[in-house]
């Protein structure tokens, strides 16, 4: 079973920064997308930003220059540097990747870190 691990998380006032990090292990198949998520209480899980094992990059609107996704292939880890967080960041952040067979370009399924949280005070 594939895991992510997600760290960095906290409290912060707005105007600062924050880095999350995801490591992804007990992977068979390769990695191809691997990203961040957000989500507050009543809403739908929105995209933050995405990354595939090439290097192109998807961000969410509402990010608007402020936030970096990087992407380590060999650790199998993918990064969110956050600068300029406003209150309205506040939110579960939550780590995916999907997988992918590359003998025959099958999807070998979508997994979910644990979340966690980030809070910006204002």
């Known amino acids: 079973q594939v895991h992510l691990a997600e760290s960095g998380g906290g409290l912060v006032q707005a105007g600062g920064s924050l880095r999350l990090t995801c490591v992804a292990s007990?992977?068979?198949?390769?990695?191809?997308?691997m990203g961040w998520y957000r989500q507050t209480p009543g809403k739908e899980r929105d995209l933050v930003a995405a990354?595939?094992?090439?290097?192109?990059?998807t961000y969410g609107d509402f990010v608007k220059g402020r936030f970096t996704i990087s992407r380590d292939n060999a650790k199998n880890t993918v990064y969110l540097q956050m600068n300029d967080l406003k209150p309205e960041d506040t939110a579960v952040y939550y780590c995916?990747?999907?997988?992918?067979?590359?003998?025959?370009?099958?999807?070998?399924?979508?997994?979910w870190g644990q979340g966690t949280q980030v809070t910006v005070s204002s």
């Open positions: 007990r992977m068979i198949f390769n990695i191809n997308t």
């Open positions: 995916n990747a999907d997988l992918i067979d590359y003998s025959d370009y099958t999807p070998r399924g979508d997994y």
């Open positions: 990354v595939t094992e090439g290097g192109r990059k």
